[in-house]
């Protein structure tokens, strides 16, 4: 199994987190973005839009980062707690899967990439969005349950961790959302699990 990925990737951190949360042996391939090599012929054939993260076992080619988790969750998690097979709850775990695609995407992530990677995005726009979803969604939904879906983790709270919590590093303030930094505690406190790494320590790192 290979794993293609950048660890500035909020949607590569994704498939490395469950990953290591699951003890999945696997390669990880390293892809330098800076100098395009995810729009090279070669990766193209296993990405054809040129994104970050692939995964490859077997035949098997993956190229969405949910796609990624649901196939590990499937595939190695024997007791299936992190994609329950009951229909209504592997229901739940999708709401969240299309948020973390959807509104994380314009929200927290659009803020990270229009921050720090010149993305032509509204910053203050997705600030706004940031905001509504932690008010209207994310707190008011944690101030009564410890994880998105069911009484234990799911892929849903690792899809939808990394931009979140990375989002006060691009200057948006969680203070105000005091059970949406319980839950990220929460993730961070399992075992295997790897925090996202923040943009300074990954520059820094290749400085």
Partial sequence: MKLYTHPLSGHAHRATAMLSLLNVDH????????????????????????????????DLVLRDSTSILTYLAMEHDAERTWLPADAAVAAQVQEWLTTSVKEVF????????????GAPIDYDGAVEKTHTLMNTLFEPHLAQNDWLVGTTPTIADVANYGYISAVEEA?????????????????????????IQSVAEIMGSAA
């Avoid at 390669?27 to 995810?38: F, K, P, T």
């Avoid at 040129?50 to 490859?56: E, K, S, T």
């Avoid at 105000?176 to 295997?192: H, M, Q």
């Fill in 171 to 195: 200057g948006v303030s969680l203070v105000d959302y005091p059970n949406v930094r319980a839950w990220l505690a929460r993730i961070e406190a399992l075992d295997g699990f790897p925090k």
């Fill in 27 to 58: 390669e990880v391939v390293l892809m330098d973005l800076q100098s395009g090599a995810h729009k090279q012929p070669d990766y193209l054939k296993i990405s054809p839009l040129g994104q970050v993260p692939a995964l490859v076992d077997g």
């Fill in 106 to 117: 314009e929200g927290p992530c659009g803020a990270r990439i229009s921050k720090f990677f």
